[in-house]
């Protein structure tokens, strides 16, 4: 034990050493963040809301199971406006939140909408069968415009787009239908629409000249905001895109057929 208790004493002293040396790098490594203060007092005069378009669907499942669907599952929505005779309306997403209801889609060019649209939702069975679909009732309607005319005023939604589900994707989507009346919303000042007497008078000159070719056609559905092939041909795609606009614009028919009546419609359109 005489021999060992010097080297001992120094093994000691050297783990002492480097257990100080490590307490001291470990306090000079600790930074004490202030709280940290964000002063909000000047907000930049360039900007505005992430949000630009609005997307109206019907659901095809009634009120529960849309409910659940799009509380519970892979897709979502803004709102859900529900079929009772008193509508009720679900926030289900917040409004500065991304809502998964827009899919594969495109827009005057943008793609990814889901990250800049509020979604709407509506109650109702959609196609029927034999032509027919399901009308929505006025109560809906009302209720919708209440609440579209916040969304427009909060987010500075222009006109043109506001748009249904089949505007921003007409190879796969149809809702909200040709029985939605985008019509009497256009009265409430709400969405794009066109001066029906400039519509009447390209509709009668083209009964008069002939119809256009369909470059012109697809050129002006492009012009408007649809996504539409650039083939010069009345392909599958594209008449799909015209029954889509005729949905909206037309719907007594949208038989996809690039008639006098809707490319007047379509050449008025704002």
């Not at 409004?95 to 889901?114: F, K, P, T």
């Not at 040709?178 to 019509?183: I, L, R, V």
């Amino acid at each position: 034990m005489g021999k060992g208790t010097p080297a001992m004493l120094a093994r000691a002293l050297r783990g002492l050493a480097a257990a100080g040396l490590a307490a001291l790098l470990a306090a000079c490594g600790t930074v004490h963040q202030p709280a940290l203060r964000i002063d909000h007092s000047i907000q930049a005069k360039s900007q505005d809301s992430r949000v630009s378009v609005i997307v109206l669907h019907y659901t095809v499942a009634g009120n529960a199971a849309a409910l659940d669907i799009l509380s519970r599952g892979n897709v979502s929505s803004h709102y859900l406006i529900t079929d009772a005779p008193t509508p009720h309306v679900y926030q289900l997403v917040d409004e500065n939140r991304r809502a998964w209801h827009a899919g594969v889609s495109s827009w005057y060019g943008r793609s990814d909408l889901n990250a800049s649209s509020i979604g709407i939702e509506i109650v109702n069975r959609g196609p029927l069968g034999d032509g027919r679909w399901a009308p929505y009732s006025r109560a809906q309607i009302a209720t919708l415009t209440t609440l579209l005319h916040g969304i427009i005023r909060r987010h500075q939604i222009k006109p043109f787009n506001i748009v249904g589900h089949s505007d921003i994707a007409p190879q796969r989507k149809t809702d909200p239908g040709p029985a939605f009346p985008w019509a009497q919303l256009a009265r409430a000042g709400i969405g794009r629409w066109y001066d029906a007497d400039q519509a009447r008078q390209y509709r009668l000159r083209f009964e008069q000249e002939g119809l256009p070719p369909i470059d012109w056609v697809q050129r002006q559905l492009r012009r408007v905001g649809y996504d539409v092939p650039d083939s010069g041909r009345l392909d599958p795609a594209t008449r799909r895109v015209i029954a889509a606009f005729q949905m909206h614009y037309r719907p007594a028919d949208y038989s996809g057929e690039p008639d006098a009546e809707t490319l007047g419609i379509l050449q008025a359109l704002p």
